[in-house]
Nanobody
Framework: QVQLVESGGGLVQAGGSLRLSCAAS????????MAWFRQAPGKEREFVSW???????YYTDSVKGRFTISRDNARNTVDLQMNSLKPEDAAIYYC???????????????WGQGTQVTVSA
């Protein structure tokens, strides 16, 4: 059974940092695009970042320069280092895996349960 399990969320003050981690199991994802999305209350799930097997990364404009996505194919994990957090970054963050790099969450094949990130002003 394929599973993606996110961890690392929590409460942080504005300007602080968090590191999210996603552990995949059930199959190898070394050949998959791994991505992070987020969803705030009352809003659509939105793209944050993806990383393809070669290591090329892409970010949504609002997190460029603050967030860094990385992957460890040997461990089947993908992380999201989030620095200089802002209140508007608060959301549930989801890890997703799929065959193509896309900013549309519905086009991914697997996703986790999410981890809550809260940023206080």
């Amino acid at each position: 059974q394929v599973q993606l399990v996110e961890s690392g969320g929590g409460l942080v003050q504005a300007g602080g940092s968090l590191r999210l981690s996603c552990a995949a199991s059930g199959r190898t994802f070394s050949d998959a695009t791994m991505a992070w999305f987020r969803q705030a209350p009352g809003k659509e799930r939105e793209f944050v970042s993806w990383i393809i097997p070669s290591g090329i990364r892409y970010y949504t404009d609002s997190v460029k320069g603050r967030f860094t996505i990385s992957r460890d194919n040997a461990r089947n994990t993908v992380d999201l280092q989030m620095n200089s957090l802002k209140p508007e970054d608060a959301a549930i963050y989801y890890c997703e895996a799929g065959r193509i790099e896309t900013m549309e969450y519905r086009q991914y094949d697997y996703w986790g349960q999410g981890t809550q990130v809260t940023v206080s002003a």
